[in-house]
Nanobody, 117 residues
Framework: QVQLVESGGGLVQAGGSLRLSCVVS????????MGWHRQAPGKQRELVAL???????NYADSVKGRFTIARDNAKNTFYLQMNSLKPEDTAIYYC???????????WGQGTQVTVSS
């Protein structure tokens, strides 16, 4: 069973930065696709950033150039560095892992990010 524990959300002013962390247990990072999603009030959950097989990285257009997804295999943790935050980035952020072999998806508990103007 894969478990994901997130941390790092909070309240920040526009233009500020936050780093989210997702600690993975039950799997090695090279066995999963790693992703960050977010859901704002009244909106559907959307993909923000993804590290897929072969370390291919993709970002939503709305965060390109501001957010960076990264991994630390030694800590079995992946991160989302968020810079130049905007009020429209306000959402609950979820980390997600999907196993290559079984295609089973797992979710973190979510962490609130609030950006004030």
């Amino acid at each position: 069973q894969v478990q994901l524990v997130e941390s790092g959300g909070g309240l920040v002013q526009a233009g500020g930065s936050l780093r989210l962390s997702c600690v993975v247990s039950g799997s090695l990072l090279n066995e999963i696709v790693m992703g960050w999603h977010r859901q704002a009030p009244g909106k559907q959950r959307e993909l923000v950033a993804l590290i897929s097989r072969g370390d291919n990285i993709n970002y939503a257009d709305s965060v390109k150039g501001r957010f960076t997804i990264a991994r630390d295999n030694a800590k079995n943790t992946f991160y989302l560095q968020m810079n130049s935050l905007k009020p429209e980035d306000t959402a609950i952020y979820y980390c997600n892992a999907r196993r290559f072999l079984t295609n089973t998806a797992y979710w973190g508990q979510g962490t609130q990010v609030t950006v004030s103007s």
